[in-house]
């Protein structure tokens, strides 16, 4: 989960995110690096992009814009705000978007498993 960059001026606060998104992206770490090279470049049939700022308050992992699909890779710094995680998943959710959360050990003992909750997600919302 991404820390919520607080700034009165919303033009300050698009900048500061959209800054904190492009050093994220190149920044992965190692189980979002094992799923971006396993959902990249339409896989799945659709295309996910990276580190993408919604709502104007929130930094996802990955977006399938598309179907407007959030997948979440989350390590152990969600054992600790699993609140905030999922007000923050209700706001997505309001918004119209669907959220897929992952447990990073899982992506990294298991990518294949990983993989196909993120298919099996994504022809469900595909129809």
Request: glycine share 8%; proline share 4%; charged share 30%.
């Amino acid at each position: 989960m991404r820390q919520l960059i607080q700034s009165p001026n919303p033009r300050r606060r698009e900048a500061l995110l959209a800054a904190r998104a492009r050093e994220l992206r190149s920044a992965l770490n190692a189980p979002q690096h094992v799923l971006w090279r396993l959902v990249a470049g339409g896989r799945l049939g659709v295309y996910f992009r990276r580190e993408v700022v919604l709502l104007g308050r929130f930094i996802v992992d990955m977006l399938a814009p598309s179907i407007r699909l959030v997948v979440e890779v989350d390590g152990r710094c969600h054992e600790l705000r699993r609140g905030a995680d999922k007000r923050r998943d209700r706001a997505l959710t309001r918004a119209g978007y669907h959220v897929l959360r992952l447990e990073a050990c899982l992506v990294l003992r298991e990518p294949a498993v990983a993989v196909a909750r993120v298919r099996e997600e994504v022809g469900r919302l595909r129809g």
